[in-house]
């Protein structure tokens, strides 16, 4: 089991930019796919990003694509996401999750659904004010 905390959530201005990290415990982070969902008020969860185990492959919901950016260090047990060109509809909750069903999966059936990934985040607040 692959245990997650998020950090770096905060409150910033439309326009302005956050990075999330996301800090992975245990030896097999690297074996897996990872993601970055969101839950606004109200709303079910959402995809947001992925990455594949070797950070080769990434993939983005439609609402982000241009404007944020998945990364992972697997020296550091860490993924990242980095948000640019922040809107007020980007205020959520953060949560990242790990996709342990397949290990070194590198091919292109993407995990998007909450419900394929097993390991998840306390979650962290994004707030954009306009």
């Known amino acids: 089991q692959v245990q997650l905390v998020e950090s770096g959530g905060g409150l910033v201005q439309a326009g302005g930019s956050l990075r999330l990290s996301c800090a992975a415990s245990g030896r097999t982070f690297s074996w897996y796919a990872m993601g970055w969902f969101r839950q606004a008020p109200g709303k079910e969860r959402e995809f947001v990003a992925g990455i594949n185990w070797s950070g080769g492959s990434t993939y983005y919901a439609d609402s982000v694509k241009g404007r944020f950016t998945i990364s992972r260090d697997n020296a550091k047990n860490t993924v990242y996401l980095q948000m640019n060109s922040l809107k007020p509809e980007d205020t959520a909750v953060y949560y990242c999750?790990?996709?342990?069903?397949?290990?070194?999966?590198?091919?292109?059936?993407?995990?998007?659904?909450?419900?394929?990934?097993?390991?998840w985040g306390q979650g962290t607040q994004v707030t954009v004010s306009s």
């Open positions: 999750a790990a996709d342990t069903r397949r290990q070194f999966y590198s091919g292109s059936s993407y995990a998007t659904a909450s419900a394929d990934f097993s390991s």
